[in-house]
């Protein structure tokens, strides 16, 4: 599966952006789909998840009630529509694939979008 991101900007605080991750090949609806972030000199960080089916999503804290994951396998897309941005939200975001349950693991993720830049101006 190959992973291309997309949908990065710079935005002020308080806007909205919109991140797509379009996978390759037909299994795509067989994995779940996490976003994460890393921002410069910090650990890599889980924004949010959704299931193979669309059925089940889950947040991290930082995100829960701004950020929204959904999917589209007929488009072989995920999309993480983050509104109400911080300045806090700077960071390259990622999307990855798993083919177990849901996880907040990324080492439970096996293939890796090549990131798009989130910044977000004060």
């Known amino acids: 599966v190959q992973l291309q991101a997309s949908g990065g900007g710079l935005v002020q605080a308080g806007g909205s952006l919109r991140l797509s991750c379009a996978a390759s090949g037909r299994t795509f609806s067989s994995y779940a789909v996490g976003w994460f972030r890393q921002a410069p000199g910090k650990e890599r960080e889980f924004v949010a998840v959704i299931s193979n089916s669309g059925s089940y999503t889950y947040y991290g804290d930082s995100v829960k009630g701004r950020f929204t994951i959904s999917r589209d396998n007929a488009k072989n897309t995920v999309y993480l529509q983050m509104n109400s941005l911080k300045p806090e939200d700077t960071a390259v975001y990622y999307c990855?694939?798993?083919?177990?349950?849901?996880?907040?693991?990324?080492?439970?993720?096996?293939?890796w979008g090549q990131g798009t830049l989130v910044t977000v101006s004060s």
């Open positions: 990855a694939v798993s083919p177990h349950r849901p996880s907040i693991e990324s080492a439970l993720y096996n293939y």
